[in-house]
């Protein structure tokens, strides 16, 4: 998508771009999260799928630590160096997550940074789509 827009001079919002809060390292079960929360229903978030992606968490943690930032500013630095043309823009309720949210800005990411995110990080290995069948019911129409 983003060639496209890119060729007709639009610019790109990324949707989710801190996973539903997954990137951000916060969430190691659906255990601790609310019954009506829909990330249980999410395949990302699913049994299988859960353990697998947290191994990809694990290591942007690690990215993360040793750049002295959180695994959401790290994602966050990460789609923000896509392009001039893509803002992400996260979600949050709480003024703290804002706060860290914003200082994701200020992170910045050299070449070997981006290669070594991009290899952590490889959408192959990402287990489970983005949304479950009724999601994708309600978005396609």
């Known amino acids: 998508m983003a060639p496209v827009c890119r060729e007709l001079g639009i610019g790109l919002v990324p949707f989710s771009p801190l996973g539903r809060g997954f990137l951000t390292g916060r969430y190691s079960s659906v255990e601790g999260l609310a019954e009506t929360d829909m990330r249980r229903g999410q395949p990302r978030f699913a049994d299988g799928n859960l353990a697998r992606n947290l191994a990809i968490v694990a290591k942007l943690n690690e990215l993360a630590a040793a750049k002295g930032v959180t ?68 978005v396609n129409g």
């Open 71 to 138: 695994a959401g500013q790290l994602a966050l630095a990460w789609v923000q160096h896509r392009g001039d043309d893509v803002v992400p823009i996260p979600g949050t309720r709480r003024q703290r997550y804002l706060e860290e949210n914003l200082a994701a800005l200020t992170v910045e990411l050299s070449t070997e940074d981006l290669a070594a995110i991009e290899a952590a990080a490889p959408p192959e290995q990402v287990a489970g789509t983005r949304y479950d069948a009724t999601s994708l019911t309600f």
